[in-house]
Nanobody
Framework: VQLQASGGGLVQAGGSLRLSCAAPGLTSSKFHMGWFRQAPGKEREFVAATRWIDGQSLYADFVKGRFPISRDKDKNTVYLEMSSLKPEDTALYYC?????????????????????WGRGTEVTVSS
């Protein structure tokens, strides 16, 4: 499964960006798609994830409604609509896929559960 993330860039604090991640090789709905991020000098952390079959979502506490995740099933694409961006949101953002054996497996924040990873798209928020 190849993942193609895009949409990163430089934005001022308070601004918005929309990240996209396409997964053209996925042919079933037994998977979750998630976003993680890694800031310079820090470990990678979970941001948000969605369950493909029904769009149920899970968020990191720091998102607090700022980064809703959504999906377009026809395009096999997941989006992260980031708003009210802060300098501490500066990071390399990765999308990832977790294959599941069932349609309604509970979402998880554990990155080890995600098998396929994209290269990442860089987000820089200036103060």
């Amino acid at each position: 499964v190849q993942l193609q993330a895009s949409g990163g860039g430089l934005v001022q604090a308070g601004g918005s960006l929309r990240l996209s991640c396409a997964a053209p090789g996925l042919t079933s709905s037994k998977f979750h798609m998630g976003w993680f991020r890694q800031a310079p000098g820090k470990e990678r952390e979970f941001v948000a994830a969605t369950r493909w079959i029904d769009g149920q979502s899970l968020y990191a506490d720091f998102v607090k409604g700022r980064f809703p995740i959504s999906r377009d099933k026809d395009k096999n694409t997941v989006y992260l609509e980031m708003s009210s961006l802060k300098p501490e949101d500066t990071a390399l953002y990765y999308c990832a896929v977790r294959s599941t054996l069932s349609f309604r497996l509970t979402l998880t924040k554990e990155e080890n559960s995600y098998k396929y990873w994209g290269r990442g798209t860089e987000v820089t928020v200036s103060s």
